[in-house]
């Protein structure tokens, strides 16, 4: 007696294929998105950390913020020339004990140098301080506010993302390099948008032009033309607020009050609205 051999027949299997194929190409995007949320909620999750963690170094130090940089403190991890600094990541570091949460999970990493990871991260932070209105820099001195000197702190910007020293050119940028100019180096900041009409100094205005605080140009999720304030995630950033509490916010939410869209030059980006920008301390 012969008995049937049973399997599949070409057809068959080429269906089988095809089925697979369209299930992959249904379930790819969205196994993508969902890693981007997980990294968005990370990211997120950190930026918070910081921000509280400025709040509890605050309240050792007569309810001042932490400056955007500090020189010659006696303690600090890296020098110029000219005079040894900590950003303001290095000095909350001992309040988060953990300099891992500086990477920003959503951007490139950033190779750990000097022997330290810590000093890394601090020097070369994946989110910046929004020095220009926290920390005040007139020329000489930076004047760090009181955490209650803001008018509507849950309105202030604190911290937002920003592009990673993988996306830029790995040099320091500032406006001096020395504790006699006291000034803010901006590998560690993040710029406000309109920052050319207002007395204070500050770098870099959004739009179209600027320099983006040593982010590559024409690298727009990572800051070019927003002041360094990376959008990876739908055109979205995560940002703490001067109260602590975090929010992820669209980019042009964070330009409320100004008239700043991708394309207008930087040199026009100016406020239009008062009563909605989110940087200021008014």
Known sequence: MIRSQKGFTLIELLVVIAIIAILAAILFPVFAQAKAAAKSAASLSNVKQEGLGIIMYSGDADDKIVEATNWDTGSDPL?????????????????????????????????????????????????????????????TLQQAISMTAAAKPAETIMLANRGSRSDGDGYYWGFGFDAKTDSPLLESTVEVPDCYTIPQYCADNWGKGGFSSGVKAGNTLAGDGTGGVAHRNADTTPVVWLDGHATKSKISFLASGTNWTPTTDHGSVTTTDASKYLWDTN
Do not use: E, H
Request: charged letters at 5%.
């Open 79 to 139: 020098c110029f020339s000219s005079g040894c600094f900590s950003t303001w990541a290095y000095l909350v570091n001992p309040y988060v004990k953990n300099g891992d949460i500086l990477q920003d999970p959503l951007g490139p990493p950033t190779v750990t140098s000097y022997n330290s990871r810590v000093v890394t991260m601090t020097s070369f932070p994946g989110y910046g301080f929004n020095y220009v209105w926290l920390t005040p820099w007139n020329g």
